[in-house]
């Protein structure tokens, strides 16, 4: 298995460059020296969900921990780097893992799979609920749906409830991606551990993720978190920049798509964020980072906020409608508001900005749309 500094050391992207944008975004680009690349090992581990969940239980999802040993990150590392990290999500949908273990990794991961089924069932029973969102002490493997079979169906079923008749390309394109985001959201709807294990044996985002916290085994504290899934519409999603503690900017998450609602209530959404995370957040997190990227959900027409997950304030972590390269400033509070950027109008170009698998899949429920099989 490549070490995490060579995986580091072998983008081919500079720090000074602005780190390209993906559907899954990736965290590990732009690093290349062996100080950068400790001091990112320790700036991710320190946000960990495990680092700031106490601190604001009142304000995320309800959450339990199953713990991952260091020999299972190595199993899921080893599995991903033997089928998947060289293919598109479109490939690796079609490599089916399990038929490709030894009999002792069949073996363990049904053990894991036991365990964490036992967890998930306790957990839904005592909170009354129907499905979870399950993640990893970092990240979720929320780029797993599109490297399974079963996301084109999903996606398929959101589009055709749309009306496209009448509608300009650059609107239909907009209601493609919305609805790519919505099917990627909706996949990640569980209650069975044999669908947890395989989003996080196809995804990206745990791989690289795993491996960062193989790289310092004396910091390695790695759970499964177990969370409440609760509904959330993709235009809800936001990103906060907080930088020395203070709100410094704010931005739509899913910045691919245009939401007309959004759009129209902007003062009303900044309002509320900055709001909730002057009286309710900052005052929590005076013994955490002073620098930070947090994402919040809003719910009930603003009635809800929530906390989603907290990241590293670091180029690595994607920047949303802001740039790094030149706009840090504003990131680090230059000016004396927040900074608040949602997209104006339905983008052209936005699927040009989706992984190749996804905009053939795309490409090919266009086809079958305009010309069904009889």
């Known amino acids: 298995m490549s070490s995490l500094a060579e995986q580091l050391q072998s983008v081919k992207l500079k720090k000074s460059s602005e780190p390209q944008k993906d559907f899954s975004s990736p965290k590990t680009a732009g690093y290349v020296s062996q100080d950068e690349i400790e001091s990112y090992q320790m ?16 304000y995320t999802f309800s959450s339990s921990y199953v713990p991952m040993d260091i020999e299972d990150a190595k199993l899921f590392v ?20 399990r038929e490709h273990l030894s009999s002792a990794e069949s073996k363990r991961i049904e053990e894991l799979r036991s365990c964490l089924q036992e967890e998930m069932d306790t957990f839904l029973s005592a909170k009354g609920a129907e499905f979870a969102f399950v993640k990893l002490s970092s990240r979720s493997p929320k780029d797993a749906p599109m490297a399974q079979t079963r996301f084109k169906q999903m996606y398929q079923e959101l589009i055709s ?23 990627a959201f909706q996949a990640l709807k569980m209650k069975s551990a044999d669908d947890v294990i395989d989003c996080c044996v196809r995804s990206e985002r745990v791989y690289q993720d795993l491996l960062l916290a193989l790289a310092l085994p004396s910091r390695f504290r790695e759970n499964w978190i177990v969370r409440k899934f609760v509904d959330i519409d993709v235009d809800m999603e936001f990103r906060g920049f907080v930088h020395q503690r203070r709100l410094t900017a704010l931005s739509q998450y899913n910045y691919l798509i245009y939401s007309q609602r959004l759009a129209r209530n902007k003062d009303f959404y900044l309002q509320t964020i900055s709001t909730f995370f002057d009286i309710n957040i900052k005052p929590k997190l005076c013994s955490f ?21 907290i ?32 997209v104006e109008k339905p983008r052209h170009g936005a699927k040009t900005m989706l992984p190749t698998g996804m905009k053939e899949m795309i490409r090919e429920c266009e086809k079958e749309r305009s010309d069904p099989v009889k």
């Open 78 to 97: 080893a599995i991903y780097e033997r089928l998947y990290a060289k293919h598109d999500p479109s490939v690796i949908a079609t490599i089916d893992w």
């Open 311 to 342: 990241n590293p304030f670091l180029i690595t972590t994607d920047a949303a409608l802001f740039s790094w390269e030149h706009e840090r400033h504003l990131l680090e509070g230059s000016v004396d508001r927040v900074e608040f950027r949602v």
């Open 161 to 183: 409830q749309e009306n496209l008749t009448n509608l300009t390309p650059v609107d239909i394109e907009n209601l493609q991606v919305t609805s790519l985001l919505k099917a």
């Open 289 to 309: 980072v002073k620098d930070y990227i947090i994402d919040f959900a809003v719910c009930e027409n603003g009635a809800k906020v929530w906390v989603i997950e």
């Open 43 to 58: 700036s991710v581990l320190d946000v960990n969900t495990e680092e700031w969940f106490d601190l604001l239980e009142d």
